[in-house]
DNA sequence: CTAATTATGAGACATTTTGTCTCATAATTA
DNA sequence: TAATTATGAGACAAAATGTCTCATAATTAG
């Protein structure tokens, strides 16, 4: 990507913008997010954000890419300690306010909005390909034997996380993970 | 609950109304969903849908709670191949565009809308209950060894089936729904 | 350092939307 | 048949939306 040398007042603004957006997403939901609230809270002129972003919707979407989701990646070895992390670090970000209002945003909007489907499509892709990733890392030491696609995998890591946090609005104890790990194939260690 | 003899004309605008947003619910999601846009669809006046709802959001919420979704209802036993069926139907309801748009719209709303919370609260406890009566039915018939509580079962199985629908938006065969079965715990059959 | 460029905030402006009325009419009920 | 009541149409003020212009200040080019 060729980022245009942009200039420093632009960039404030846009800044400026992007977190005022955010905040408002966080605290009153994605219909809160419209250029005038955003101009007001980011202390920005109404017509700024109007040049940046034409339509709110297309802000919403740009406040939700840039929060982008670093779960699983790097994967290491052993594998399955380092899962166990990241199935860990994946449930306690979901509990985060700013975190769970994006992630289940861009579920829903990706209902109606094809930018944002895309959006999503390419989140659990990434999570999908690196949990492939990782799982046959681990398979290849030996340390586990695959009873699952790549995709079969992580909904049956990620799924339940999901359930339990944004459903059952309830934790995600270690045992849990654990029993998702199990369930994946059969681990020899 | 006491329902008041209701005068038909009442009745028939709550039913044209409620029909309406649900259709715009379905259409163009939430946002679109307001007093004149409904009134446009619905046939009826302005005036009238603010009558019945004077926030859009209250009667936003009363047509997700109107469309109640009935899972997990009446175990029998086996319990095994009904469990099967039961997530076959979830899966395949999840996929209609109106199920998705209400039930997504209810996980979401819930971030910001205490009354959305309420009833997703609802939901969640009616089907973690079921799963729980289903399963309790099956070890007493020595058909399982359970290897979780209701509330984990409940995670394992229907979590999956959210993410593989609702996220990598592909099909839940009935080799996975299998999957998922089995590894809520050892099964004797 | 100076001059040209450019993003900005403030606000004007027409348009649309929102929320609250009133009122004549028609459906319902007593 | 007469009284009640929900309705649609529309008036109305207030707020929000989207598109302008313009003076100003920050930035950049020369």
New interface residues.
């Given amino acids: 990507m060729m980022k245009a040398p942009l200039d420093p007042r632009a960039a404030r603004s846009r800044e400026a913008i992007l977190t005022a957006a955010r905040q408002l997403l966080l605290a ?4 809160a997010v419209t250029h005038q609230r955003v101009a007001q809270v980011s202390g920005t002129g109404r017509a700024t954000v109007y040049r940046h972003w034409p339509r709110a919707e297309q802000l919403l979407l740009d406040v939700m890419t840039g929060t982008d989701l670093p779960f699983f990646r790097a994967p290491q070895s052993p594998v399955r300690p380092w899962l166990h992390r990241q199935l860990r670090q994946l449930a306690d970000e979901l509990r985060l ?1 700013t975190v ?2 994006v992630a ?2 861009v ?7 094809p930018g944002i489907a895309r959006s ?2 390419g989140m ?1 892709a990434a999570i ?1 390909e690196r949990i492939g990733v990782a799982l046959v890392l681990a398979e290849r030491a030996g340390e586990v034997e695959l ?2 696609s790549a ?2 995998a ?3 890591l ?7 946090t ?5 934790r995600v104890d270690d045992d ?1 993970i654990d ?2 790990i199990d ?1 994946v194939g059969t681990w020899r260690t």
Avoid: K
Avoid at 166 to 170: D, I, L, V
């Fill in positions: 009153e939901g994605p219909a306010p769970a209002a289940l945003t579920i829903q909007g990706s209902l109606w909005d999503r499509d659990i999908d009873g699952a995709t079969d992580a909904a049956l990620v799924g339940p996380v999901l359930y339990r944004a459903m059952q609005s309830g849990l029993r998702l369930r």
